[in-house]
């Protein structure tokens, strides 16, 4: 396989399929030991990586696990549908967190065929008013705000500490006298 990829660090939101051109009963080895090898890469995040039998997919597919299971926008799917849906064998799925956000340079060999490089989707953000009632009003207060407890105690001890001076003050003035 002559494809060479490049991992930018802390790339985020990329998701790398290849097809696993061995029979069953290997592909238990194969990822315990043969996987990091294949790839060209010392290490991979067990978090960002999925190795599965394509059989497993049954009634959803791969293009439909994809968009459900992956979130891969449909839009980026349906011009390779058919050819997704069609693949035998097991699928090694790669997602960026399988780099840990170092950057690598994969060079994938077999028994690995690479499949396709697709984007995760990002939700878009929304400006929308929440819809909670709780959430109408003010989110802040207006005027001042409200001595914390904490605040008036303080003030309260050093006003009784005042008055404890100003009577010992007295008496001695009383007593010099």
């Given at each position: 396989?002559?494809?060479?990829?490049?991992?930018?660090?802390?790339?985020?939101?990329?998701v790398?399929?290849?097809?696993?051109?061995?029979?069953?009963?290997?592909?238990?080895?194969?990822?315990?030991?043969?996987?990091?090898?294949?790839?060209?890469?010392a290490?991979?995040?067990?978090?960002?990586v999925?190795?599965?039998a394509?059989?497993?997919?049954?009634?959803?597919?791969?293009?439909?696990?994809?968009v459900?299971?992956?979130?891969?926008?449909?839009?980026?799917?349906?011009p390779?549908?058919a050819?997704?849906?069609?693949?035998?064998?097991?699928?090694?799925?790669?997602?960026?967190?399988?780099?840990?956000?170092?950057?690598?340079?994969?060079?994938?060999?077999?028994?690995?065929?690479?499949?396709?490089t697709?984007?995760?989707?990002?939700?878009?953000?929304k400006?929308?008013?929440?819809?909670?009632?709780?959430?109408?009003g003010?989110?802040?207060?207006?005027?001042?705000?409200?001595p914390?407890d904490?605040?008036?105690?303080?003030?309260?001890?050093?006003?009784?500490?005042?008055?404890?001076?100003?009577?010992?003050?007295?008496?001695?003035?009383?007593?010099?006298?």
């Open positions: 396989m002559s494809e060479r990829f490049e991992i930018k660090q802390n790339e985020h939101g990329m790398r399929l290849f097809v696993v051109d061995l029979p069953a009963e290997e592909i238990e080895g194969f990822a315990e030991g043969g996987l990091t090898e294949a790839l060209g890469v290490r991979l995040d067990p978090e960002g999925e190795l599965f394509l059989e497993n997919l049954q009634g959803v597919g791969l293009a439909g696990y994809m459900d299971g992956l979130g891969i926008a449909e839009a980026d799917v349906a390779d549908k050819r997704l849906d069609a693949l035998t064998g097991h699928l090694l799925v790669l997602r960026s967190r399988a780099f840990g956000g170092q950057s690598a340079m994969l060079t994938p060999r077999a028994p690995l065929r690479w499949i396709g697709y984007p995760e989707e990002n939700a878009p953000v400006f929308e008013p929440l819809p909670s009632e709780a959430a109408k003010q989110v802040v207060p207006e005027g001042k705000p409200r914390s904490a605040a008036m105690s303080g003030r309260v001890a050093m006003i009784a500490l005042l008055v404890i001076f100003a009577l010992t003050a007295l008496m001695i003035w009383i007593a010099a006298s």
